[in-house]
């Protein structure tokens, strides 16, 4: 019974936290699906990364509050509706509801064809920005987590490096612990720059943190 009691009281705590987060109640307001659309606005706005024009690829997309942020960044008035001035492909194993404007893929990432379905969606063209919020189920065990979320990462370096202009960038999602600085070398070993972030929008208790790269050590042409 201690367990069950224990649960709950993390589970009480967890949804005192959640109905109290300022960001959650800035979302509700502003109309975002999650609050994870100001961890995305805080590294476009720190690093200038989205702009006009721009085509964008948004791995693990749902519930859409990422594609959302960039829809409204990429409309001339900031608005979640009307003009588009860019591109956005967004692509996730859950589903998404609809965002005007963004092409929407369901799949998982990791299986040959729904690659083949997001390289048909950019038609040929190379990516100006790849944002990837991707996360595996996790099992509690570290090294499994581990392996799980360095395969998600690479796979989104692998794209990156077949898609991105040589001057694009690469936003993944990674947590501090076991693999993390294996990432950061991987990082660095693609990119020209690298930045880790941890947006104020990301909880203090959570090890979630992101890493940029920005520009291409060495693009391969298709």
């Keep these: 019974m201690k367990v069950k009691t224990q649960s709950k009281k993390v589970n009480k705590a967890w949804l005192n936290d959640h109905v109290n987060d300022p960001y959650v109640k800035l979302a509700q307001k502003e109309g975002y699906r999650a609050r994870a659309a100001y961890k995305l606005k805080e ?10 024009g721009h085509l964008v690829v948004d791995l693990g997309s749902a519930p859409g509050a990422w594609s959302q942020y960039l829809r409204r960044r990429l409309s001339p008035q900031g608005a979640a509706v009307g003009e588009l001035n860019g591109t956005i492909v967004a692509l996730d194993l859950l589903p998404m509801e609809p965002i005007e404007g963004v092409q929407f893929i369901q799949g998982d990432f990791r299986e040959d064809a729904v690659l083949a379905q997001l390289e048909a969606a950019v038609a040929g063209r190379q990516a100006d920005v790849v944002v990837s919020d991707m996360a ?46 294996q990432l950061v070398k991987l990082f660095k070993a693609t ?9 104020k929008s990301s909880r203090d208790k959570s090890s979630e943190t992101f890493l940029v790269g920005i520009g291409l050590i060495s693009p391969r042409s298709e």
Excluded: W
């Design 191 to 199: 990119f020209k720059v690298v930045k880790p972030i941890k947006p």
């Design 43 to 52: 590294i476009d706005e720190t690093l200038g990364l989205i702009r006009p």
């Design 136 to 181: 595996p189920n996790l099992s509690g065990i570290e090294s499994s987590d581990a392996a799980r979320i360095a395969h998600l990462i690479e796979l989104a370096l692998d794209f990156s490096q077949n898609h991105l202009k040589p001057q694009g960038a690469l936003v993944v999602k990674l947590f501090h612990g076991s693999g993390y600085s």
